[in-house]
């Protein structure tokens, strides 16, 4: 079996279709995924809105985005079946895990000069938390009304 990997899917359905076969569709993707091993992370409808440019002449469509985690067998399949459904104006198929993985080195690389920096200065390498837990603080780290009552 090959690598499971993170993947986005944003497709965009003809205004028209209503929200029964929305679900519908959106079952088959499910389906699809499922069959190769992968998992539906999360889903986001976004709703009807207006199109850059027109397809199919259609000036709006439905938009809804699925994050995926799954090999690149379910990609080809899910590619493949969304070409053939009428319903589906347009999608797009993003490998986003590579993303995610350079993303997480730059803010580890970027914790690690902060804390250089810090070192350098005499400081803790650690920065403190502003807000702790055990210490009620308002609007700019002050004390609240309610909390100087008790002082």
């Not at 889903?43 to 397809?55: C, D, N, P, S, V």
């Not at 400081?123 to 002050?142: H, I, M, V, Y």
């Amino acid at each position: 079996m090959s690598q499971s990997r993170q993947y986005e899917l944003m497709y965009i359905v003809l205004p028209e279709v209503g929200e029964q076969e929305l679900a519908d569709l959106h079952q088959q993707v499910e389906v699809i995924v499922s069959r190769f091993g992968g998992t539906l992370d999360k889903t986001e409808a976004w709703g009807r809105r207006k199109l850059a440019y027109e397809i199919k002449r259609q000036r709006e469509g439905t938009y809804v985005l699925d994050f995926i985690t799954g090999p690149g067998e379910m990609v080809k399949e899910l590619d493949r079946r969304l070409k053939v459904i009428d319903q589906v104006m347009r999608h797009l198929i993003v490998r986003v895990d590579e993303d995610v993985r350079i993303a997480e080195r730059r803010r580890t690389e970027r914790e690690a000069a902060v804390a250089k920096r810090r070192v350098a200065r005499g400081l803790p390498p650690e920065a403190p938390d502003r807000f702790r837990e055990d210490e009620p603080a308002g609007r700019n780290g002050e004390l609240d009304a309610e909390d100087r009552e008790g002082e």
